[in-house]
């Protein structure tokens, strides 16, 4: 089975779920190859050796030889620009062709392949996974009119949570074609530990892009309420992670008299990340809706954060109550709610023993929902099913 995986920059660092997923069909005896939207800066990421040796080699610009274009896009008049882009996309229709199927990853990467689609130039069935930004803002502008065409000529969509697919088929997607399918770990690559908490300085940590969405404004402002309020408390905060809020996010850090006790590392490569996680016990990531409908999927930190065995402490968001159960496999607040976060983080360090049946809970959850291995497997059978399904239409 031939899969084309159609994606934005690749490889980006802070979407190794994707990767991952590659690699697993990889693993599986699938083809794989890459359509993207150029090559994403190579920082942090290893080249050399890994999936992504091999998927850069299988990379293709959408627009081949013509992908110097795209940095002179945006001076087309706006009347004009779909069309130049669409006319150019159609560079890539005899490899996209030359798959089985075709994977979108995003909502407008499956409504970019559509759009061709429409036009009668591709063959292979279409499924496109969608997984936060692309719900959020196109729900809040248009109320998702801009995927008509993907969801009537796409042969699958896979939202990462339930709450996605409710909003897709609210939409007008069909709801035979749209299936629940959630990004998760390889759960046998982080061993399961638990820390000893008593008597100890308790570590907190942040693994995110410092976006509006991920809310760490809030966890800094939590922790400054505990701060000011519970003094006695011995707590340090760790964030790493970079993106345009960081200076903002020192600022407020150093307003609310807490900078010595918060360290910013900025971005890390994931052995780095991992090494953090292995000496943390508690993981922060009070997840908000951004002013423009930005939204999370079910972040991946927060489930490789739960196998590792730390406590985690987040927020009632988009598909996050899916992972996690209050007070069974960590502990969540309303978004924004500074208070009930406040009061969440001070009970973890105040009953350091109370947390580790939550950490084994935690941890029996994503092995037994959020399994990489299990999810490729069901991916595999999907896509091969599909693929059986469209080759009989055909004969």
Not at 157 to 166: E, T, W
Not at 229 to 240: A, F, G, N, V
Request: net charge positive; hydrophobic share 45%.
């Amino acid at each position: 089975m031939r899969v084309g995986f159609i994606v934005g920059k690749f490889p980006i660092l802070s979407e190794t779920f994707i990767i991952n997923q590659m690699d697993g069909l990889l693993k599986r005896g699938a083809e794989i190859g890459v359509i993207c939207n150029g090559l994403a800066p190579l920082d942090h990421i290893d080249t050399k050796t890994g999936p992504v040796s091999k998927l850069l080699q299988v990379r293709q610009d959408w627009w081949g030889m013509m992908a110097g274009a795209r940095q002179h896009i945006d001076k087309v008049p706006h009347r004009w620009r779909d069309k130049v882009s669409t006319t150019l996309d159609m560079m890539a229709v005899p490899h996209l062709n030359s798959f089985d199927v075709l994977l979108a990853h995003f909502g407008h990467n499956g409504a970019r392949v559509c759009r061709l689609k429409k036009r009668g130039l591709v063959r292979p069935p279409v499924v496109t996974v969608f997984h936060g930004f692309d719900v959020g803002v196109p729900y809040l502008e248009d109320g998702l009119a801009m995927y008509r065409d993907l969801f009537r000529l796409g042969a699958m969509n896979l939202p990462v949570n339930a709450h996605f697919r409710q909003m897709l088929i609210s939409a007008g997607a069909s709801p035979k074609k749209v299936a629940v399918h959630h990004m998760g770990i390889d759960v046998e690559q982080i061993p399961f530990q638990w820390r000893e908490r008593s008597g100890v300085t308790l570590q907190l940590i942040t693994v995110c892009r410092l976006a509006g969405k991920k809310g760490v404004e809030f966890a800094l402002r939590a922790l400054g309420r505990l701060a000011s309020e519970r003094p006695q408390l011995d707590w340090r905060y760790t964030i790493i992670g970079d993106g345009p809020l960081r200076a903002e996010l020192e600022q407020l850090a150093a307003e609310l008299g807490i900078a010595g006790r918060v360290q910013f590392l900025g971005s890390q490569p994931h052995k780095v990340v991992k090494s953090w996680l292995a000496e943390a016990h508690v993981f922060v990531l009070p997840s908000v809706t951004a002013p423009n409908g930005d939204v999370e999927g079910i972040p991946v930190a927060l489930m490789e954060a739960m196998a590792a065995g730390l406590t985690v402490v987040s927020t009632i968001h988009s598909g996050i109550p899916e992972l996690i159960s209050h007070g069974t496999e960590g502990l969540l607040a309303p978004e924004k709610d500074v208070e009930t976060l406040a009061a969440n983080l001070a009970w973890v360090i105040e009953h350091p023993q109370e947390c580790q049946p939550i950490a084994l809970a935690a941890r029996r959850k994503v092995e037994a929902e959020f399994n990489n291995r299990l999810l490729d497997d069901a991916l595999a059978g999907q896509l091969a099913s599909l693929v059986a399904t469209d080759k009989k239409k055909r004969s």
